[in-house]
């Protein structure tokens, strides 16, 4: 039993609707609702608002919810992997928006600096320390070359 269909389970009973209320309240099909309870199907990113507004969630449930169908979908480690990379960068935008002073005075190894080309060709990093490296150097390239560096936070929110 997957950690979302659990929490679904409780958050229906805790309720006090039956499965064909909450599809009526939520406008959502009452099969599919049924399905998801059971662990039999994942709902879609629109099904999932429409459950947590018939279910009538607070923010904190909706994030916890939000959390665990992650982690159904893609798997707990690959989950937390996404989230820890999503915390470092979140953690060095906050940084960089209080304008918190950074020292030049730690720099780059020479090797490190000569290593890196200007442009490199886009691609798909599947190997955990491919994405620390690809983090790191680009964070270094702002930090060390940049007069004024700058580092902000945009990851696009997209659930499939």
């Known amino acids: 039993m ?6 679904i389970e409780e958050l ?7 499965v064909a ?10 099969t599919t609702l049924q399905r998801i309870k059971s662990g039999e199907r994942l709902p879609t990113p629109e099904f999932f608002r429409n459950l947590s507004r018939a279910l009538r969630l607070s923010p904190v449930e909706q994030d916890e919810l939000t959390q665990l169908l992650e982690i159904a979908r893609v798997g707990e480690t690959v989950s937390y992997s996404r989230r820890q990379i999503f915390d470092l960068i979140e953690m060095i935008s906050e940084l960089t928006e209080y304008k918190i002073p950074f020292s030049k ?3 780059l190894k020479m ?8 442009t490199e060709s886009i691609g798909i990093c599947t190997n955990p320390m491919a994405v620390l490296n690809l983090i790191e150097n680009s964070i270094d390239q702002e930090l060390f070359s940049a007069a004024q560096p700058v580092l902000k936070l945009c990851i696009p929110h997209t659930e499939s």
């Open 21 to 30: 209320s909450l599809a009526e309240i939520g406008s959502i099909n009452r």
């Open 111 to 118: 090797g490190d600096r000569e290593n890196q080309p200007a």
């Open 105 to 107: 005075e730690v720099d």
């Open 2 to 7: 997957t950690l979302f269909r659990k929490r």
């Open 12 to 18: 229906i009973s805790e309720s006090w609707e039956t």
